[in-house]
């Protein structure tokens, strides 16, 4: 009932990430994805990041911005003006939508207003920056937007298009901070290695593209357990990653005068726990019980430090041994269970693979007929 047209369902592994502590509070984080070691490394992020007190965050108030474009104004810059000169009559009509969220002390904080320039000409974008509380929002705001267009119809003597919620959240934004300390790396040759793994993703937008995607691993798997929009947040992260005209990573790493590593982690974090599949998802209600969270705006501080522990766990690996020794040997599993291995032959069939150093499909199917063929003549 959820969505159109079903046939079935698709399951994903749901797992749990260990090692958090944040602002304090010890968290176990539930995780959904389907990607090996990803898990694993959270928690050793997690781990390396408990050395001088665990990860801090932080989150802005739950503001979304709701967009309402006006097209085929004779002086747009006059229009803004009238628009602006009544916003308070703007806010409340949005608010008149949603007098429940109202009464919880959210809905319409203020209206914006700009021209923009396009290929089409000027045009009007009107801005409702709407509190949504504990909610993530779009609904809500999608609804009011389409409220108000008449009236700014009215105000503008324009045409009102589009009236919809932006994913690109910068009135919503996380921000997480950790000192790790440098034995707990490797020591400072590692700490120097890994600000220098920055660097490289902060000067090459190839490099920050995979670098953001590191990052994301954990703040999606945190966001499917929970039944968030992981795509709004996706499409938020990578808009503000590339905010200034540059795509740059999320997050940033140096070394203290002590020799110690310290990084931080921003991003916009729309994410809700009530509303939509949130509440309706039967396991995403599950992960919010172990997760223990109360607010939104909690949860937005887990999945920030989530991000920045992986991105952590992603970089020394990178800056040592190499990512692919460790995710390989978690693949390994994939590839056993591909090939036909269950039970106990799965087990067997990895660690061959692993002894051997050869983790390939061919390898597996040629170690599982051979383990079945001994099994048959014993």
């Known amino acids: 009932r959820m969505i159109e047209n079903v046939i079935g369902l ?3 592994p749901f797992a749990i990430a260990t090692n958090f502590l944040i602002n304090g509070r010890e968290y176990l984080v539930p995780m959904v994805i389907e990607e090996p070691s990803v898990v694993a490394a ?36 006059h229009a803004r003006m009238e628009v602006l000169a009544r916003k308070e009559e703007i806010a409340e009509k ?17 209206i914006g207003a700009k021209v923009i320039d396009t290929p089409r000409g000027k045009m009007l974008i009107v801005e409702l920056y709407v509190d949504c509380k504990d909610a993530m929002g779009a609904n809500a705001v999608n609804t009011m ?3 108000v267009a008449p009236l700014i119809e009215r105000i503008t003597g324009g045409r009102v298009l589009l009236r ?65 929009d992981h795509r709004a947040l996706e499409a938020g992260a990578h808009a503000y990653a590339a905010l200034g005209g540059y795509y740059k990573p999320l997050s940033t790493w140096e070394k203290n005068e ?27 209600r599950i992960a919010l019980k172990i997760l223990g969270v109360k607010t939104a705006r909690e949860l937005a ?33 994939n ?35 051979e383990l079945l063929r001994t099994r048959k003549t014993s």
């Open 145 to 147: 937007a389409e409220a």
């Open 301 to 333: 501080e887990v999945m920030v430090a989530v991000g920045l522990a992986q991105n952590l766990a992603a970089l020394r690996a990178l800056a040592t041994e190499g990512i692919q020794r460790g995710h390989m040997k978690l693949h390994a599993r």
């Open 94 to 110: 949005a608010n008149e939508k949603d007098p429940i969220l109202v009464k919880l002390g959210g809905g319409v904080k203020d």
């Open 335 to 369: 590839i056993a269970i591909s090939v036909g291995a269950r039970g106990e032959l799965v087990d067997l069939v990895v660690q061959r693979m692993v002894e051997e150093g050869v983790i390939r499909m061919d390898r597996a199917k040629e170690i599982l007929e």
């Open 258 to 284: 002590d020799g110690d590593l310290v990084g931080t982690l921003e991003m916009p974090m729309a994410v809700g726990i009530v509303g939509g599949a949130t509440r309706v998802h039967p396991v995403a």
């Open 164 to 228: 919809i919620i932006s994913n690109l959240a910068v009135r919503r934004l996380a921000r997480a901070w950790v000192t790790v300390d440098k034995e707990v790396v490797g020591g400072e040759e590692v700490v120097d290695a890994i600000v220098d793994a920055w660097a490289f993703a902060a000067a090459d937008p190839f490099r920050a593209a995979t670098h953001n995607k590191g990052i994301m691993n954990g703040v999606i798997a945190v966001a499917l357990a929970t039944c968030n």
């Open 10 to 12: 698709m399951a994903m």
């Open 42 to 77: 959270a928690s050793n992020g997690a781990r390396m990041c408990r050395s001088k007190g665990g990860i801090f965050a932080m989150c802005m108030d739950s503001i979304m911005i709701g967009q309402v474009q006006v097209v085929g104004l004779r002086d747009p810059y």
